[in-house]
Nanobody, 125 residues
Framework: QVVLVESGGGLVQAGGSLRLTCVAS????????MGWFRQAPGKEREFVAA????????RYADSVKGRFTMSRDNAKNTVYLQMNSLKPEDTAVYYC??????????????????WGQGTQVTVSS
C-alpha cells in the first residue's frame, strides 16, 4: 500500500511560479517511477511529467517542456514539480502517481497504480 499526499497548489497570476510537493508512504519509494498528471474541468486526465527511480530520467508533456521541472528526493520519500511561466491553460487539479511495477518511465495513465487526492492549481490571466 502506498499513500500519496500532494500539496503546494494555489492561485497564481500568469507568468508566475508554483512548486508542488508529493510525499509518499512506504519503504520502497526509491524503486518507483513517479508521475504528475492533471485534469482540467470537462477534460480527461493527462500526463504532465514522470521521473524514474533514481531521478536520472525524466519525461515531460510537450505543453510543459521547458517550463516545468520534476525532481525527487528519495531520502524524504518526496517528488516535486516546479512550475514556472504558468499559463491560464495550466489550470487543473494536479495528481501525483506511483508506478510500482519497476518498469521504465511511462506516460501511460493506466500504468500508475497509486494516486494522490490532487491539489488545485489556478492560473489567472
Amino acid at each position: 500500500q502506498v499513500v500519496l499526499v500532494e500539496s503546494g497548489g494555489g492561485l497564481v497570476q500568469a507568468g508566475g511560479s508554483l512548486r508542488l510537493t508529493c510525499v509518499a508512504s512506504g519503504r520502497t519509494f526509491s524503486r518507483y517511477t513517479m508521475g504528475w498528471f492533471r485534469q482540467a474541468p470537462g477534460k480527461e486526465r493527462e500526463f504532465v511529467a514522470a521521473i524514474n527511480w533514481s531521478g536520472g530520467t525524466t519525461r515531460y508533456a510537450d505543453s510543459v517542456k521547458g517550463r516545468f521541472t520534476m525532481s525527487r528526493d528519495n531520502a524524504k520519500n518526496t517528488v516535486y514539480l516546479q512550475m514556472n511561466s504558468l499559463k491560464p491553460e495550466d489550470t487543473a487539479v494536479y495528481y501525483c502517481a506511483a508506478d510500482t511495477s519497476i518498469a521504465p518511465v511511462t506516460r501511460q495513465l493506466n500504468e500508475y497504480d497509486y494516486w494522490g487526492q490532487g491539489t488545485q492549481v489556478t492560473v489567472s490571466s
